[in-house]
């Protein structure tokens, strides 16, 4: 009898133990991390040179069928139709390089993003076993925590973690 009242204290104490649970606004961790600020500024000036290098082409296209169109009207019909065709060639091959190259700047962005949510996933991760965490549990939109006490809330000091490690 005393064996079974011991084992069943001994359940109801490890049943009581909660282990230490703490969590992160994911969103707010992502918004202040200052290597993701600059990913995002250097990927928002690469789309901008890119769009200025599209708009470039564009436009030296246009006038070269301008050009085109006013020789066109001079030209017998079937050399006519022949030039034509060579130009939408051109404008197609382009076109093709400029989705191409636009495909694997967002390719280069999305790699480079997972890397850093990796990071992220890693620094969380050392950071509660280094801290004796259970759990630390996703907040912010799309986030697991509908609920927790500021004390839980771990968000700024793996922020300050990632930043501080950033730096060097």
């Known amino acids: 009898m005393k064996k079974i009242i011991l084992a069943l204290a001994c359940i109801g104490l490890v ?99 997972d890397e850093l949510v990796n990071k992220v996933k890693e620094e969380i991760k050392a950071f509660g076993e280094a801290n004796s965490f259970n759990y630390i549990l996703g907040g912010g939109e799309g986030g697991s925590v509908l609920y927790g006490t500021d004390a839980d809330n771990l968000t700024d000091e793996i922020i300050k973690i990632l930043n501080d490690s950033y730096k060097k």
């Open 15 to 113: 049943g009581c133990q909660q282990g230490k649970m703490g969590y992160v606004d994911n969103v707010k961790l992502m918004n202040e991390y200052q290597e993701k600020i600059d990913l995002e500024a250097q990927f928002n000036s690469k789309v901008e040179a890119f769009g200025k290098k599209r708009d470039s082409i564009q436009q030296a296209f246009q006038v070269k069928a301008q050009a085109f169109q006013t020789k066109a009207q001079k030209m017998a019909q079937s050399k006519a139709q022949e030039e034509y065709a060579q130009l939408q060639q051109e404008s197609q091959s382009i076109g093709q390089l400029l989705q191409q190259e636009e495909q694997q700047l967002q390719i280069a962005s999305q790699t480079q993003m």
